[in-house]
């Protein structure tokens, strides 16, 4: 049986699915360089119950916990490190990944999920292949080049991609890409919204 008098907090149960919210205030104050006190001011909560949740002494109610977020620019979800996720981690396996055959000597493997709301695109480009069509659809690209040389052409522009390289816009104006090299190339595309 616990002691009441005890001064050390009740062990968390790990199964709730969540990190605890003082432990997440600290790191996200200390990033920010801010104090207790600046906290409390910007979130209409007081320093003593703050130190309290950081300390893991006291919990804090849904409705505080999203003021307390918002002076992060988080909501509750990404201020507790998921967003309509789950607490137990997703596999994706490659070889249950959608495999599409966009043109010849180009692959693609799509990764969708309904809890991401974004999708991530590996693309596989033969030496001297390319897409045959321009893409354009709604949301925004973020595109990294992750072996070889690859053409991202946008808007009529080219832009060379050398491994490492990466490249974001928006994905209404027409884009494309190839490889003209004699080596492999490949990337990996974040879409955020869904096309695939």
Known sequence: MADPDSSTPPARDPELGFPPPGEVLHRLRTQRGMSLRQVAAECGLSVSFL??????????ALERLGRLAKVFDHDVGSFL???RGRATPSLFPREKQETLNRAPGVVYRVLRSPELGYQVVTGDFAPHSGLTEDLQHEGSDLIMATRGTLVAR???????????????????????????????????????SSLY
């Open 51 to 60: 130190a309290g949740l950081e300390r893991g002494e006291t919990d804090i």
């Open 81 to 83: 490190g998921f967003s």
């Open 154 to 192: 946008y808007n009529g522009r080219d832009h060379e991609l050398r491994a490492g390289d990466c490249i974001q816009w928006s994905a209404g104006h027409p884009h494309t890409f190839r490889n003209d090299t004699d080596e492999p190339a490949q990337m990996v595309a974040v879409l955020f």
